[in-house]
């Protein structure tokens, strides 16, 4: 079974909605318990927003170049920005690395999409570097953050995001 699950169907109906309409924003806060299916969730609305022939459930096609590309995990519109170790942090050179990935013009129409998972595992610089980008957001830019511990989100990061 792939995200999204049984118990995201009304989010997923409202998020594709909003994002299908042109009223999606520039930076996106999936926040819950862990175990919930909320990573999944951010993959899969970063697979449907890649996707060159969506569904009409909303969902990725799995077979246009945008999904093949995203499935084989080289997709160049997409970057994943995890710890590089379990139980690490987010480090500031690995935030750093955003700016460049969106100074560059994107591949493809869909823009570019980055998902920071787990978002609450960057330290204070990484987050201040995020933040650069939060508050000056590059044309195409989609941010998707995944934290399982909203208060362990920095104001300024959470402010900036719809969640």
Known sequence: MSAPYPWQSKQWAELVGVADGGHLGHALLFSGRAGMGLEDFALSFANRM???APL???RPCGSCRGCRLYGAGTHPDFKRLEPAEDGKA???????????FYSLKAHYECGK??????????NRAAANAILKILEEPPAGALL????????????????????
Not at 90 to 100: C, G, H, P, V
């Open 50 to 52: 890649l996707c060159e």
């Open 56 to 58: 009409a459930a909303a």
């Open 90 to 100: 987010i480090l500031i050179d690995q935030a750093r690395e955003l700016t460049s």
């Open 113 to 122: 999409i980055v998902l920071i998972s787990p978002a609450e595992a960057m």
């Open 144 to 163: 998707l953050l995944v934290a399982h511990r909203f208060g362990a989100i920095p104001m300024t990061i959470r402010s900036r995001c719809i969640r």
